[in-house]
Every structure is written in structure tokens, then in C-alpha cells.
């Protein structure tokens, strides 16, 4: 145990090359293994109108509602109207899911730790925290504030290729517009929804479908192998480390490491975040670590000590493409961590060394339809650069622990958030002390000790 605890070292914060440019997504290895029939797949994605595979009704809320009034439709993803005399002809001003509530919950149970400067610097921040202190935080303030979620649109005539296009940027809803002159929407279509519209598609055409029997290792993927960006944090740490690391990483979700084993414990999403934090009305689980929390996310399915049995959210280099969706699908997620290990044995998930997500693929499909300048990435990395910027100046807080192992030829990376220290006895960090989860509350200035 000293052994392996000696090789958790400090380092630093920095954003690290690979994360800061990552390259464009190149067509050579995918031209390599696509034949002529791949002309007559994209020709048929171009007779396949984007409002034919609408996944989601447009629930909408007022621009004015509060953020509290908003989470309890417990709808996964709305679309917030513009606000009134606008100038704008869209009706809707943006979304919010549960990336933006994540990000709002992160801020207002860490808005202590901010610098009053730095709250002035901001102006959307200074404007929601001006506010809560008046009791009704209006949605519009937070809609896209994880800078994640941004409002996409598609033309009554778009094709599937149309939205390969808008989903190769890193998007992942894309409203359908109605028929001219109208400038209402039709409804959504998820990133999950495509790519499922794409796994059918595969089942009726075989050289399509043995072009996803490749193996992860052969395709052009922006993060196989990319150690970076498996964004991780240790089974210790606390709900709300979670929380402000996939808010500011720009993530929907991070690996979770056993503390002891350095092994996959599970995963932690922002939709657990939402499902579980957001009625639960008590602050206290913010300060719950996270070995805790994910056995309460997984209690529905039966689990009691929240370890998956067997690695659900992981596949290997060697996997096929079409195992990697498969699996994508099933567990309705939004990333699969890559192990560098061959065969595992189950609740063994050797060693991390990248990820492989929905918009991965769609942008490897974008490729195969000849789209110009895939970069799935590019907001993840504008996020992450906004975010590192606006922390440099508490650089202290900020702690990145690499775990070495001598079995592997890769490391992970643990990533804990600036401005959270992991131990709850430092009042200074912690969740202040409420009865009641209120949003107002948790966002109002701190009474004086």
C-alpha cells in the first residue's frame, strides 16, 4: 500500500499540450478501410430528411422562469423562449440540460471561493449571483452556462449528412425547423438519436456494416489513446469535486477510480447529478464521496455497494465499432472509457488510457461523408482553456495527480477540481451548512461567521 500511495504525485496545474490542440480528425486511416460502396452510403444519407429521425418534442419554458421551477419538469433537455420584444425571430434563446444545472449548482455551492473581482469580471456570473440575492434566478441567465449546450439549428430540408455536419462540432441536440415561413421547430435530434439511426442502418446494409466491424484501434478516433482526456477522480472524492470537475473539463461525465485498487469503480454523469442531487432538497450530499453516491444511483438495478460487476462502460482498442455503439445505446451513455488490457476478468479494469464517445463516432461517419474540418473537440478545448484562465490566478488550489503503474505503458490521469480541497474539515471549502436545499440560498452571500 505505501508503494502504491508513494506514486501519487503533485504536479502543477496546466492544460497540457495535447489538450490545447489537439489536431484535426484525419481521413487517411478512414479512407483507407472504405471501398467505392461508401460513395452509395452517403447518397443515401443524403435522401434521409433530418425531420425523420426527430427523437424529442420541444418542451419549452419562459425566459423569465426560474431555474428551480425549470428542473422540476424533470425533462432532460428544454428549450428556453427568447425574451420578450427580442429582436431576434427564433422563438427560443437557448437550452438548458442537465450539464447547465450541474454547472449552476457547482457555482452556487462554491461562490464563496470566488474573488469578487473575478465575480465583476464575469458578467453572466455577477448577474446570476445579483439574482439570487433578490430570491428568482431567471433560466435564460443559465441556459448553456456549461458552454456545452449551445442552440443549434437545421433547415426544414436537412439531410443526415446536414446534421453530421452540426454534430461533428461537438453538438448534441439539433432542433429541426418547420416548413417556410414558419419559424417554429418541428422537434429535437440527438446525437444518440443519429447514431442509433445510423446502427439501423448498418443491420439493412452489410458493407456498411462490416465497415463497423472494424476495430477501435484501426479508425481515426479523436480520443483513443488521448491519456488526457480521461477525465477521472478518485471514489473519495466528494459529489461536488464531481461536479465542478465535469463542469469545468466540459464533460458529461467522468471515469471513477477506486481508491485502493486504481481501478474502474463506475462512472459519474451530469444526468445522475440531475436525477439524484437536484431532488434530493439537501445540500448534505454534496459532501457525500462518491463510492457512496454511485451506489445510490445504482440501487434501482440492484446493486449495493455500487461496483459494476462487470466493466459496462469500457471497451478495448481491439473492440469492434459496432460493439463500442452497441454498447453506447444500451447503457444510454455518452462515452466508453478505453482499458489498454486485452481480456478481463469481470469488476477488472486494467489500465485507462482513453475514451470513445458518441460524437467520436459521428464525427468518424462526418469523415466518411466527406464533411471539411472535423474537430469534435473544439469546444471541449475552448471550455477547458476558459476554464484553466479564469483559475490561474488560485493556481493553489489546484491538483492534478498522475498514478503511475509499472504494468502499463500508460498513465491515469486523477484531475480534482481548483478551488475544492477533498477533505471536509476545512470549513473554508466545504458545502455551507443548510437545513434545506434552496436555490436562492445557495447562491446568496455567506452571513458572517
Request: hydrophobic share 40%.
Amino acid at each position: 500500500m505505501a508503494q502504491r500511495r508513494a506514486s501519487i504525485s503533485l504536479t502543477s496545474p496546466r492544460l497540457t499540450p495535447t489538450a490545447r490542440e489537439l489536431p484535426l480528425v484525419s481521413s487517411t486511416l478512414a479512407s483507407g478501410l472504405l471501398g467505392p460502396e461508401s460513395e452509395e452510403w452517403v447518397k443515401q444519407w443524403m435522401q434521409v430528411s433530418a425531420r425523420d429521425l426527430i427523437d424529442s418534442r420541444i418542451v419549452a419554458v419562459e425566459a423569465g422562469s426560474s431555474v428551480e421551477h425549470a428542473c422540476d419538469a424533470s425533462i432532460p433537455c428544454l428549450a428556453v423562449k427568447s425574451l420578450p420584444g427580442s429582436s431576434t425571430t427564433n422563438p427560443y434563446t437557448g437550452l438548458l440540460d442537465f450539464s447547465d444545472v450541474n454547472a449552476f449548482l457547482t457555482l452556487a455551492a462554491t461562490r464563496h471561493t470566488i474573488p469578487p473581482h473575478e465575480l465583476k469580471a464575469n458578467s453572466r456570473t455577477d448577474q446570476i449571483m445579483s439574482a439570487a440575492r433578490e430570491g428568482h434566478v431567471p433560466v435564460h441567465l443559465v441556459s448553456n452556462l456549461s458552454e456545452k449546450n449551445f442552440l443549434e439549428t437545421v433547415p426544414h430540408e436537412a439531410t443526415v449528412v446536414s446534421l453530421l455536419a452540426v454534430f461533428a462540432r461537438g453538438t448534441h441536440r439539433v432542433l429541426v425547423q418547420s416548413p417556410a415561413p414558419s419559424n417554429e421547430f418541428l422537434g429535437m435530434v440527438s446525437d444518440r438519436g443519429l447514431l442509433s439511426w445510423f446502427s439501423a442502418y448498418a443491420e439493412r446494409t452489410p458493407s456498411f456494416r462490416s465497415y463497423l466491424d472494424n476495430s477501435l484501434c484501426t479508425l481515426s478516433l479523436p480520443s483513443l489513446h488521448i491519456h488526457s482526456s480521461v477525465v477521472a477522480t478518485s471514489s473519495t472524492a466528494h459529489v461536488l469535486d464531481a461536479m465542478r470537475l465535469m463542469s469545468e473539463q466540459g464533460v458529461s461525465s467522468i471515469a471513477v477510480i477506486d481508491e485502493e485498487l486504481g481501478t474502474l469503480l463506475s462512472a459519474v454523469s451530469v444526468t445522475d447529478i440531475g436525477k439524484i442531487v437536484v431532488p434530493s432538497e439537501s445540500n448534505q450530499i454534496l459532501s457525500a464521496p462518491l463510492h457512496q453516491f454511485i451506489a445510490r444511483v445504482k440501487a434501482p438495478d440492484g446493486s449495493t455497494d455500487g461496483v459494476d460487476k462487470y466493466p459496462i462502460y469500457l471497451v478495448f482498442p481491439t473492440s469492434k465499432l459496432s460493439y463500442a455503439i452497441q454498447k453506447l445505446l444500451a447503457t444510454n451513455a455518452h462515452r466508453l472509457f478505453v482499458t489498454d488490457n486485452d481480456y478481463l476478468l469481470p469488476a477488472h479494469t486494467g489500465s485507462l488510457c482513453g475514451i470513445v464517445s458518441v460524437v467520436d463516432i459521428l464525427s468518424l461517419f462526418a469523415i466518411v461523408a466527406n464533411i471539411p474540418d472535423v474537430d469534435p473537440t473544439r469546444r471541449m478545448r475552448h471550455r477547458r482553456a476558459s476554464s484553466s484562465s479564469s483559475h490561474s490566478s488560485r493556481s493553489g488550489f489546484c491538483h492534478d495527480f498522475s498514478r503511475s503503474r509499472s504494468s502499463s505503458r500508460t498513465s491515469l490521469r486523477l484531475s480534482a477540481s481548483p478551488r475544492i480541497v477533498a477533505s471536509t474539515g476545512d470549513s473554508r471549502n466545504s458545502v455551507p451548512s443548510l437545513d434545506t436545499f434552496q436555490w436562492s440560498e445557495l447562491v446568496s452571500p455567506r452571513k458572517a461567521d
